[in-house]
T-cell receptor, first 111, second 114 residues
Framework: DAGVIQSPRHEVTEMGQEVTLRCKPI?????LFWYRQTMMRGLELLIYFNNNVPIDDSGMPEDRFSAKMPNASFSTLKIQPSEPRDSAVYFCASRATDTQYFGPGTRLTVL | AQSVTQPDIHITVSEGASLELRCNYS??????LFWYVQSPGQGLQLLLKYFSGDTLVQGIKGFEAEFKRSQSSFNLRKPSVHWSDAAEYFCAVGAPGGSYIPTFGRGTSLIVHP
């Protein structure tokens, strides 16, 4: 299995621009998680999907952030408009039963 | 609510020395427990996990961890550290059940001196 796939691996954008991060979970996994990692706050859960349905989005920082999972094999995290404080590494993880598997992350830099 | 504490932000060891990374959790019953490793520029990789049964758990890369209910701890150990073990280590806890949401510690950065 290819594991969790994230794209792009690196994204540099300017403040105010829209950013879309993509994730392909491991085939057969029915839960998907988006995390943000920063030095200041560590690893934060942003949103959790189960069977393509958002279950817990209490970690989404504000309305500028949105996430979708249109099908079992694809999810997006969108930031619009982006701000410098959104600079972080964003991880996607998927799970079938009891163990999460993480993707390699997308390093986002907002100038 | 569940929580997890990794008391050590940084740990420095010499190559070949033994290692123990501490993890303490807060949860009313026996939780799911995990250790992950993150190498620079990489995602988190699962080292080992504990759900029930034998309290000493073997993982990949020669790591093991011991669940101690009386101390609410799940410390990670390795008898002889290699330079390639230098990385960030995360402990995580989750309430048992198929839809659990894990809580991660802040991580411990392991530095290995030659």
């Amino acid at each position: 299995d290819a594991g969790v796939i994230q794209s792009p691996r690196h994204e540099v954008t300017e403040m105010g621009q829209e950013v879309t991060l993509r994730c392909k979970p491991i085939s057969g996994h029915n839960s998907l998680f988006w995390y943000r990692q920063t030095m200041m706050r560590g690893l934060e859960l942003l949103i959790y999907f189960n069977n393509n349905v958002p279950i817990d989005d209490s970690g989404m920082p504000e309305d500028r952030f949105s996430a979708k999972m249109p099908n079992a094999s694809f999810s997006t995290l969108k930031i619009q408009p982006s701000e410098p404080r959104d600079s972080a590494v964003y991880f996607c993880a998927s799970r079938a039963t009891d163990t999460q598997y993480f993707g390699p992350g997308t390093r986002l830099t907002v100038l | 609510a569940q929580s997890v504490t990794q008391p050590d932000i940084h740990i420095t060891v010499s190559e070949g020395a033994s290692l123990e990374l501490r993890c303490n959790y807060s949860y009313g019953a026996t939780p799911y427990l995990f250790w992950y490793v993150q190498s620079p520029g990489q995602g988190l990789q699962l080292l080992l996990k504990y759900f029930s049964g034998d309290t000493l758990v073997q993982g990949i890369k020669g790591f093991e961890a011991e669940f101690k209910r009386s101390q609410s701890s799940f410390n990670l150990r390795k008898p002889s550290v290699h330079w390639s073990d230098a990385a960030e280590y995360f402990c995580a806890v989750g309430a048992p059940g198929g839809s659990y949401i894990p809580t991660f510690g802040r991580g411990t950065s392991l530095i290995v001196h030659p």
